[in-house]
């Protein structure tokens, strides 16, 4: 049996329609569904309770945060694998057979993710390698955007993931989990309340000597962002935060500085491009304004933030 788990957050709508998803694309997969609400405030939970009566529900009194909400669940599911699954992720047919091959098929991988796809069916790009101090480096010096793709230096997020890989990671919004793997390693780092738990999680996978890997046959749908679409500017403060965490326990202080450090070089260096690109591509102009302020935001930001904690 499979665990499917969802964590629901004011995504009353999008997680009624993963749920349909679930049901309507098991494949002869046998599932049970385990739904963690975090304190929703738009019916969520009613609405789940009511349409998915077979669902386990449990209803958090607070926002308890995407990973501690994923660990509950876990700690009560009884599936020899998990799929956790963004409520604003929907299974396409053929999709939990794929992932189930690679773990039958590959006694060593720990974790498997899908082909993402946005709305419109366009690549969603999932495969990653660990954020260090090297790699944000290398992409404040756009030496990882003219390197190889899946060489060393390259960047996978320029590579067509119309492939098999073993990334170093891929994102969590669909993600196949061992039930051993979990038994082994345990669930993500509450410290995380949202973002980077993902990373964080499948780098401790991967130290304990699991492969990470990704499968194109599978594919998923993926909005993104739809929990917190109504607040960006706490968003983005959990989305740093998380990373200065992360970079603080894998890399250490100095290694967050660095990082720190790369991004407001990056930053300096790629302003005044997108500012003459801003001139002369009319067209182009509200993606590169809105580019060219979160960028200008990071600079006050991280520079800023690089003399404290």
């Given at each position: ?40 405030a ?7 309770a ?14 308890a ?61 999932s ?122 326990k ?24 997108w ?17 060219i ?17």
């Open positions: 049996m499979l665990s499917v788990i969802i964590i629901s957050f004011n995504t009353r709508d999008t997680t009624l329609k993963c749920l349909r998803s679930v049901f309507a694309h098991q494949d002869g997969v046998a599932v049970e569904v385990i739904v963690v609400d975090n304190a929703s738009d019916g969520s939970a009613d609405a789940i009511t349409e998915f009566p077979q669902v386990v529900l449990i209803r958090n009194g607070e926002n945060g995407f990973g501690a909400a994923n660990n509950v669940a876990m700690k009560q599911g009884k599936g020899d694998n998990f799929l956790l699954l963004n409520s604003d992720a929907f299974l396409t047919p053929g999709a939990l057979p794929a992932m189930l091959k690679v773990l039958e098929d590959q006694p060593k991988v720990g974790v498997v993710g899908p082909r993402l796809l946005n709305a419109d069916g366009s690549l969603q790009r495969c990653y390698r660990f954020p260090s101090p090297g790699v944000a480096w290398r992409e404040a010096l756009w030496i990882s955007a003219v390197a190889p793709a899946t060489s060393v230096l390259g960047d996978l997020r320029r590579w067509g993931h119309d492939k098999p890989l073993h990334p170093e990671w891929v994102i969590g919004a669909c993600m196949m989990v061992r039930r051993g793997v979990y038994e082994m390693v345990g669930g993500f780092d509450p410290k995380f309340f949202m973002y980077a738990e993902e990373t964080d999680w499948q780098r401790r996978i991967g130290d304990a000597g699991w492969e990470i890997a990704f499968t194109p046959v599978a594919q998923v749908t993926h909005l993104g962002g739809a929990s917190g679409a109504d607040d960006k500017p706490k968003i983005n403060k959990y989305f740093f935060d998380s990373g200065d965490y992360y970079y603080r894998h890399h250490g202080v100095l290694g967050m500085y660095s990082a720190r450090t790369a991004v407001t070089v990056g930053g300096v260096l790629r302003l005044p491009l500012g003459i690109m801003w001139l002369v591509m009319p067209k182009r102009r509200a993606k590169l304004a809105a580019k302020r979160l960028r200008a935001w990071l600079i006050r930001r991280r520079g800023g933030s690089a003399v404290r904690t």
